[in-house]
């Protein structure tokens, strides 16, 4: 990996602002998804470390949570501005660990890093209140302060932005953090920690501590009196796992869960505005984020046309390694993965989907041809089907047809799942009308792409809960106290 920067390439964790071996030396390989060969071998921490490591953040708690808001607001812009300084690097150390093609790395960057630019701000904008009291000698009022200690976990889908939206609330609110970035990905997780050392961020605030073993690290995290919060981002299954360990300490959580987003065409939509935000909200990834689209409804009588011409704009799709010049679609992350959506299409197709479309993979010598996945259409598809009931996590457009509107509502609520949807019409009272009777935290609305620091990010139902970005976000890492003045 050829970087302008070279120090951002870490191999061990940091906490209490030191770098850190495993303390029984253990490391892990950390592979590239795109060749199958290793990059670095990084420090393979286990209860022990992550116990210190805790201790660091604690310790350091009160002091960071007794600067001004606007010293804390400098510290986190500085460190914003470092990690754009850096963009290119850390873009190329996410496409080699990740796979994504390096213009998105290089979007993600940016994504990540306008939390911290926003939450530096954010930090001076923290309101209590004051109530009218019940009688005179009274004064009633609410004040807000940091949670504490907050333990976060992370997946591999988005490893800088998805540690940055936690990072940066966190620390506005004057909490410390201690990360477990995923096995797969901790290399850009240890380079923003690089990033916040350099940046003047005090010992302990900032940790990062990896690790093979991620129940290990999970189960210190979450039994730990030290740590006050959890906040998690990935698959429900393990959020719910992590929600059954906190309850013996009673903590405070935030769960970013899995999602299962419908994307719905009636009759009325401008195509080509649909066919570009399912373009978007579909392949971006390679399929692999939580609000990526998984079930396509396109209402009866434009199904042949919208599938000539998602077919068209499939076309251009070039799926190869990331660093490859024209790549716009990477390799999925590991063999499973690829297995498993291999799964989910064939049982489509078994129960009577029928393919559409197959893209072409364009490796190159020296990648390997087991991540790569060819981007699929697939129609016909049913919402009793494996395909329609699980997240994807590829790059498969899978359809389903219908023909009214209370079908389609009915069908798009029918999942577990509430994290983002979709859908394209022109018809302004149906805007208002199906977005609010959507079971989503998130509705796009004639719009493919999302998710931005202003707005509020996060789900209803099993999607979890808790909000990350907007002016909602900094909420989460903080208490209320209401304090009641009496003998006036
Ligand atoms: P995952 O298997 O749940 O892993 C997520 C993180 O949890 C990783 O760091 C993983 O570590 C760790 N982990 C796994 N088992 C654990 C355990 N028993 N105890 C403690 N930690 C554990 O999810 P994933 O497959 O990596 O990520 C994809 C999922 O994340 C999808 O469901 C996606 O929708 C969801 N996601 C949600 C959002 C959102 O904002 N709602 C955003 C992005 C992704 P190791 O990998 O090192 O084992």
Redesign the pocket.
């Known amino acids: 990996m050829q970087l302008r920067n070279p120090k951002l390439l870490r191999s061990e964790s940091y906490f209490g602002g030191i770098w850190h071996s495993a303390e029984n030396n253990h490391a892990f390989t950390v592979n590239n998804p795109a060749t199958g060969k290793g990059i670095i071998d990084v420090a393979d921490l286990n209860a022990i470390d992550a116990e210190h490591a805790i201790a660091a953040a604690h310790k350091a708690q009160p002091a960071w949570a007794a600067l001004t808001v606007k010293e804390r607001s400098k510290l986190l812009r500085r460190w914003f501005d470092l990690i754009m300084a850096n963009q290119d690097d850390l873009a190329l150390i996410l496409t080699t660990e990740q796979g994504k093609p390096l213009a998105e790395a290089k979007g993600e960057i940016a994504y990540g890093a306008s939390y911290i630019e926003w939450f530096a701000e954010e930090a001076k904008r923290v309101y209590g209140d004051i109530i009218a009291p019940p009688n005179n000698s009274q004064r009633l009022f609410v004040i807000k302060q940091p949670i504490g200690v907050v333990a976060s ?6 490893p800088n932005a ?1 540690l940055a939206r936690k990072a940066a609330p966190a620390l506005a609110a004057g909490c410390t953090f201690v990360a ?5 990905t901790p290399l850009s997780a240890l380079a923003l920690a690089v990033l916040a050392e350099e940046a003047g961020i005090p010992a302990g605030v900032f940790n990062i501590i990896c ?2 073993s ?2 290990t ?3 210190v995290m979450t039994s730990s009196p030290l740590v006050s919060k959890l906040s ?8 719910k ?2 929600l059954e360990q906190c309850a013996g300490t009673v903590k405070k959580t935030s769960m ?4 299962n987003a419908p994307f719905i065409i009636f009759n009325d939509a401008n195509l080509d505005l649909a066919i570009k935000g399912l373009m978007t909200s579909k392949f971006r990834n390679a399929g692999q ?2 609000v990526c689209t998984n079930r396509i409804y396109v209402q009866r009588d434009i199904h042949d046309t919208f599938v000539e011409k998602l077919t068209a704009a499939m076309e251009s799709l070039n799926t190869g390694n990331g660093t490859a010049d024209g790549v716009n679609i990477g390799p999925l992350i590991t063999t499973k993965a690829v297995a498993k959506v291999a799964s989910l299409v064939d049982e489509a197709v078994a129960n009577g989907a029928s393919v559409k479309y197959v893209a072409k993979v364009n490796t190159n010598p020296g990648d390997t041809d087991t991540h790569f996945y060819p981007p699929t259409l697939i129609s016909g598809v049913k919402n009793n089907m494996q395909i329609s009931r699980e ?1 994807i ?1 590829g790059p498969v457009a899978a359809i389903t047809i219908f023909d009214t509107e209370e079908e389609v509502l009915a069908a798009a609520n029918d999942t577990e799942f509430g ?1 983002a949807s979709y859908f394209y019409t022109n018809d302004i009272s149906r805007v208002w009308r199906f977005g609010e009777a959507l079971e989503y935290g998130i509705v796009g609305i004639n719009e493919g792409l999302i998710s931005n620091e202003m707005a509020p ?3 209803i139902k099993e ?2 809960f808790g909000r ?1 970005g907007s002016k909602y976000g900094i909420e989460d890492y903080m208490e209320i106290k209401y304090m009641c003045l009496g003998g006036i």
């Not at 477990?180 to 797969?184: D, F, N, R, V, Y």
């Not at 998690?232 to 959020?239: A, K, R």
């Not at 970013?256 to 999602?259: F, M, N, P, V």
């Open positions: 976990i992370t997946p591999w889908n988005f998805m477990k970035p995923a096995k797969e690790s093979s991620s129940p690290i999970g189960k998690f981002t990935g698959s429900t299954q393990v959020g796992t992590l970013e869960l899995g999602g984020t939580c997240e996590f994290l990010f996060g789900g999607s979890g990350e």
